[in-house]
Structures are given as C-alpha cells and as structure tokens.
C-alpha cells in the first residue's frame, strides 16, 4: 500500500510539471537551444546555402543560425511578433558585438507557415582569426511571455590555403578581398575582371623615425602558363625617402589586381612582400588563385 500511495503522489507532481520547456543539441557542430514557450522544430547552421555541423570557420566566412518552424507566438490579427538579436562574446565573457532587434523592420507582425527565422554572422572585425567565441542568438515574443535562446561555440581560424614567411614582424590578419563582391574570398575563386586585393592588418616591428617607417612592397601573379599578369617592384617606391605613418602601414597594407579577358579555369599564383628598407624585417604571402 505504501508504494502504491507513492507511485500515485509522484504522478500527481509530474502531471503539475511545465512541460513548455524545450532542450535540443547538435552533438557535432556543439550548437545548443533552450526554449520556453516557444518551441523550433529544427536548429541548424548553413554556410553558403549548405547545412553544416562545424564549428571553425575561416576568418571572412558568413555562417546563417536557422530556427524552422518556430511555434508558440501570441497571435494578434493572425499574426506573431518575434523579436531576435545575435550577442558574440570572447572567452572571458567580454560582449564584442550585440545587434539591434533584427525582425524590428516588421512592425505589422509575420505570417508565415512554418515561420523560419535566421541570424547571420561574418567573421571578421572585431572577430579575429585564432581564437574561439561563443554566440547567443535570443527570440522572444512581443505580445507573450515566450523565449528561446540559442548557443553556438566556434572557432576561427587563418585560411589555409595562404603560406605566410615572416621575419621580425607581427600582424593581425592577411586574407583576399573581392571588390565586386565585397566580401572576404576564403575558398581562393576568382573571377574575371574582378579587382581582387591581398590585405595586411596590424603589421608591426618595421623601425621607425619620428613617426615614421620605410617599406617595400612587391607582388608578382604569373598564370598556370608562367605568363606574368602583374609583376611590380616596388609600390611604395615613390615613399622611400619619406616614408609612410607607421599607423597607417599598421591600420593596412594592401595590393590589388585584375585579370582580364575571357579565359576561365586558369590557376593564378600570387606572391606579395613586404619589407623594411631599414632593417631586414619583412613579411611573404603566397598563394593560388583559381578563375572560376
């Protein structure tokens, strides 16, 4: 009889529970939700129109935190009101960015079914490469009481497909840049007649005078062919005797090209230094293009 009276008691306490709670992990890429009162069928991160479980990304790359179908809005007019904002934090727990309300434009409420909300990110400043974050991306309800959060650990790494020879120097970051598109070019495809521009950030340890220092700045890109498409000696030769604010050679050093014409599916390799006219300090970045 006492077990009985038992098994009848904790019936009663589970019956009471919230059961409005919700909890889902990917045990690959680490990404991990909590809900209450609000619940998403599916939780997931794309890269490029692809879903993905990793969690390292390259320094440029944009990854999309997708919520499909999220349920368990007030309704007014038929319609819900999500608000959504995406917090980054380093690893001492420092916030580096916080958007605004990202549904904010749709002051009337949505009416979508399934309703798929997203939340993207691109790594990059003030998100450097080698090193890890974590993001939170909040949804909440502007007529109820309902929340869902999610968190996502990643980390971001230098693209590999640049080798990087220095001496006496540091930096920040190196990577490509594609004008047309104006992003970050981190799987090293290129387009015709895009100017595509090889970036220095945070370079440091040139000697300076008064401010000032003294670099050199070559770069040579030759075809699959050998056939030179750019072959410069010197584009801070007219600063030689100058120089240059050693703030501005540390704010960005850069290089741009183009390749003209029709031909596609040629591979590129591209040399680009840096050096110091007054010391031996310098810094080499090579890498292959593909036009695409």
């Not at 971001?156 to 220095?166: A, H």
């Not at 521009?197 to 030759?222: C, D, Q, R, S, W």
Request: net charge negative; hydrophobic share 35%.
């Amino acid at each position: 009889m006492k077990t009985t009276l038992t098994l009848f008691f904790l019936l009663l306490v589970l019956n009471s529970c919230n059961f409005s709670k919700s909890v889902k992990k990917d045990l690959m890429s680490g990404l991990s939700s909590t809900g209450n009162n609000i619940s998403c069928e599916d939780v997931y991160l794309t890269v490029n129109d692809e879903r993905t479980t990793r969690n390292s990304f390259i320094y440029g790359e944009t990854f999309f935190l997708n919520f499909s179908d999220v349920k368990g809005f007030a309704k007014e007019n038929g319609n819900v009101f999500p608000g959504m904002n995406l917090v980054v934090v380093n690893p001492a727990g420092d916030t580096l960015m916080q958007t605004s309300d990202l549904m904010s434009k749709y002051t009337d409420g949505m009416n979508y079914s399934p309703l798929l909300l997203t939340a993207d990110l691109t790594l990059a400043t003030p998100i450097k490469s080698k090193a890890e974050y974590t993001a939170f991306v909040n949804i909440w309800d502007k007529k109820g009481e309902g929340t869902y959060r999610s968190k996502f650990d990643f980390k971001v790494r230098e693209n590999d497909k640049m080798t990087i020879e220095s001496s006496k120097v540091t930096y920040d970051e190196i990577y490509l840049f594609s004008q047309e598109n104006d992003k970050v070019i981190t799987d090293n495809k290129i387009k015709l007649n895009d100017n595509i521009y090889i970036i220095i950030e945070g370079l440091k340890g040139f000697n300076e005078a008064n401010g000032m220092v003294f670099p050199g700045l070559t770069i040579k890109v030759t075809d699959s062919a050998k056939n030179a498409v750019l072959d410069s000696d010197d584009l801070f030769l007219e600063y030689s005797e100058s120089g240059i604010a050693a703030i501005d050679l540390a704010d960005r050093v850069s290089a741009h090209f183009s390749v003209q014409g029709t031909q596609s599916n040629n591979q590129l390799h591209c040399e680009l230094t840096v050096w110091d006219k007054k010391s031996d300090a310098k810094i080499k970045v090579i890498t292959d293009l593909v036009l695409d």
